[in-house]
């Protein structure tokens, strides 16, 4: 196993840390479990505080995107397992300002199941919860099921938009509803090449022999619609493009923000390389580019592979991904 750590138990723990140690101006804990991180000034007064949280090993999903602008807290479980409800409870009272919380994360069994316990809790507390899933993964579930699709890079999209809804003052309801109006003009589909180690086993998540790729496959290594040999970047994101769109039913004249996202041990050379392809082809259909995002937004550990999401933009969108954000790992001028 070819890692840089020190005890596979205290991988977790001690990466967080490192993220605390680093960066102390924007977040910090507010008790003495780690795992739960809010923004350095929570709670903010009068502000909706947006709560999100999954398993460790999707840096910087969940714990980057702390901050103005963004979520307010997360927590995080053991590597690709769910923080506990009592955590994701602390988070909750941590950064609530009095105006309510938004549950925003992926659709996964397990955080479905804790977020629910954290919200009868926080309701306990009279502290009001609205809950928003992300489920922009075309390739888990088909369109007529999409309320089941899990929810992968694309919900960094939600983060942005409901993240600046609540920093300019909106009600839980108008944030709640802004993140669900992302999260249904969100759509992404993502290739694996060759999976990851967990650090707790020495073990892959998956087998993939080499020369092959699959089509679809989860951040954790969940199966995905087909495999087959590796085909070019160009034609990888030629088939991309084509399944987005036509999930999306984007038409001449639409406007999109893209997100080319790694899944941690692809080069950024390679994720340009599908973007200039996703581009081209967006060009030639008459489908603006406003916003672009590439590099690594939404990781699987060292899995090698990438993923394409785009957002259908209308005015409103645009405005809210346009407004400052500042996490560790992201920030928005």
Same mark, same amino acid.
């Given at each position: 196993m +070819?890692?840089i750590?020190? *005890?596979p138990?205290? &991988?977790v723990d001690? &990466?967080?840390e490192g993220i605390?140690?680093a960066?102390? $101006?924007?977040v910090k804990?507010?008790g003495?479990?780690v795992? /739960?991180?809010v923004?350095? $000034? %929570?709670?903010?007064?009068?502000q909706?505080?947006i709560v999100?949280?999954?398993g460790s090993?999707?840096?910087p ?7 103005r602008g963004l979520?307010?807290?997360v927590?995080?479980?053991?590597v690709? @397992?769910?923080?506990?409800s009592?955590? =994701?409870?602390?988070a909750?009272? *941590?950064?609530d #300002? ?9 659709n996964?069994? #397990?955080? /479905?199941l ?6 009868d809790?926080?309701d306990?507390e ?5 809950t928003?899933v992300?489920r922009d993964?075309v390739?888990?579930?088909?369109k007529?099921n999409e ?7 694309g919900?960094f &999209?939600?983060?942005?938009?409901? #993240?600046a809804?609540a920093? +300019? ?7 709640? %509803?802004?993140a669900? $109006?992302v999260?249904a003009h969100?759509a992404t589909i993502? !290739?694996?090449?060759?999976p ?6 020495g073990k892959?998540?998956f087998?993939?022999? $080499?020369?092959?790729m699959e089509i679809? !496959? #989860?951040?954790h290594?969940?199966p ?5 040999p ?9 088939d ?5 769109v036509g999930?999306? @039913?984007?038409?001449e004249?639409a406007?999109?923000? !893209?997100?080319?996202n790694?899944l941690?041990?692809?080069p950024?050379e ?9 581009h081209q082809l967006?060009?030639?259909?008459? =489908?603006e ?5 590439v590099?690594e937004? *939404?990781t699987?550990?060292?899995m *090698?592979g %990438? @993923? !394409? ?5 209308d005015?409103a969108r ?11 790992f992201f920030?928005? +001028?």
């Amino acid at each position: 196993m +070819r890692k840089i750590i020190n *005890a596979p138990e205290n &991988f977790v723990d001690e &990466f967080v840390e490192g993220i605390l140690l680093a960066h102390p $101006d924007l977040v910090k804990t507010p008790g003495d479990d780690v795992r /739960v991180m809010v923004r350095a $000034d %929570a709670p903010v007064a009068g502000q909706v505080g947006i709560v999100t949280g999954g398993g460790s090993g999707h840096l910087p999903l969940f714990k980057g995107y702390v901050g103005r602008g963004l979520c307010s807290g997360v927590a995080i479980g053991n590597v690709f @397992s769910s923080p506990s409800s009592d955590q =994701i409870f602390q988070a909750t009272m *941590a950064v609530d #300002g009095g105006a309510g919380v938004l549950y925003l994360y992926g659709n996964y069994g #397990g955080d /479905v199941l804790n977020f629910d316990l954290a919200a009868d809790l926080a309701d306990l507390e009279g502290v009001p919860t609205m809950t928003v899933v992300g489920r922009d993964d075309v390739a888990s579930q088909p369109k007529d099921n999409e309320h089941e699709r899990r929810g992968v890079a694309g919900i960094f &999209f939600a983060y942005k938009a409901a #993240g600046a809804a609540a920093e +300019r003052g909106d009600s839980l309801e108008r944030v709640a %509803a802004i993140a669900e $109006d992302v999260v249904a003009h969100t759509a992404t589909i993502g !290739i694996g090449l060759a999976p990851t180690i967990l650090p707790t086993t020495g073990k892959p998540s998956f087998e993939l022999p $080499d020369g092959q790729m699959e089509i679809g !496959i #989860g951040i954790h290594g969940e199966p995905g619609s087909r495999r087959g040999p590796l085909e070019t970047a160009d034609e990888i994101a030629t088939d991309f493009v084509e399944a987005l769109v036509g999930d999306l @039913s984007l038409r001449e004249g639409a406007r999109v923000a !893209i997100l080319v996202n790694g899944l941690g041990a692809t080069p950024l050379e390679e994720l340009y390389l599908l973007y200039r392809r996703a581009h081209q082809l967006l060009a030639e259909r008459g =489908i603006e580019i406003v916003k672009r995002y590439v590099g690594e937004y *939404a990781t699987s550990l060292e899995m *090698a592979g %990438a @993923s !394409i999401s785009l957002l259908e933009l209308d005015d409103a969108r645009l405005e809210l991904l346009n407004a400052p954000a500042l996490s560790p790992f992201f920030q928005e +001028r």
